[in-house]
């Protein structure tokens, strides 16, 4: 399948700090990113789509300020957690697919901890 | 919104016997798709179904969509230690490709 890579695999930050997770497609173009949050022993809940060169759609809930993607490239997007607070605290992961695939392959995730 | 409700939350078995799990949606669904977590890891897909009524096996897994597209099973026969993690159904809108999960099956297996 697909390659998805995401960075960094865990990541440790003051409160009031942003942070910054990176999400690659290495042999594919990935057209469409998807930014997944998970809390312990719960399932996956989207936060937001976003397709290259446009601006990211956000769940509903999901505040966009606080949550900064870019998808500038066909095998890069990022999100920026802002001002990141304790309660952001979770496990971060992206999908990406591009019009040829028919199914989305995941990233390994990254552990945000706010302290 | 759209749910799925995946069964059972968690299985507790011995090594050799067979497992199986569902989801149901109240919504249909065009694909449906199965996936495997390890702790700390992302999702890996296990089998993807895109016909109502597709049957499906990969190795010691098989996957079935159901007529209405609004349900799936996954069996892992023979289950071995390997297999301990979590099972996520999904199902994905095809205008989209959003992904939508149940809430997950946690498998153990017991030597």
């Known amino acids: 399948g697909a390659v998805v890579s995401q960075h960094p695999s865990r990541v440790i930050c003051k409160s009031g700090t942003s942070v910054k997770i990176e999400c690659r497609s290495l042999?594919?173009?990935?057209?469409?990113m998807f930014w997944y949050r998970q809390f312990p022993k719960q399932s996956l809940m989207l936060m937001a789509t976003?397709?290259?060169?446009?601006?990211?759609?956000?769940e509903q809930g999901v505040e966009k300020d606080k949550f900064l993607i870019n998808h500038a490239s066909l095998t890069l997007s990022t999100l920026t957690v802002t001002s990141a607070h304790p309660e952001d605290s979770s496990f971060y992961i992206c999908?990406?697919?591009?019009?040829?695939?028919?199914?989305?392959?995941f990233g390994q995730g990254t552990r945000l901890t706010v302290v | 919104g759209q749910q799925l409700n995946q069964s059972p939350q968690s299985m507790f078995i011995q090594e050799g016997e067979d497992v199986s799990m569902n989801c149901t949606s109240s919504?249909?669904?065009?694909?449906w798709l199965w996936y495997k977590q390890d702790p700390g890891e992302g999702p890996v897909l296990l089998i993807a179904?895109?016909?109502?009524?597709e049957l499906t096996s990969n190795g010691r897994l098989t996957a079935q969509f159901g007529i209405t597209r609004k349900d799936s099973f996954l069996n892992i026969s023979a289950s071995i230690p390997s297999d301990v993690g979590i099972y996520f159904c999904?199902?994905?809108?095809?205008?989209?490709?959003?992904?939508?999960f149940g809430q997950g099956t946690t498998l153990q297996v017991k030597p």
């Open positions: 999908s990406a697919r591009d019009f040829q695939l028919t199914e989305a392959f």
């Open positions: 042999d594919f173009q990935a057209t469409t």
């Open positions: 976003s397709n290259e060169g446009s601006k990211a759609t956000y």
């Open positions: 919504s249909i669904f065009n694909t």
């Open positions: 179904l895109y016909k109502a009524g």
């Open positions: 999904a199902g994905q809108l095809s205008n989209t490709g959003k992904l939508i």
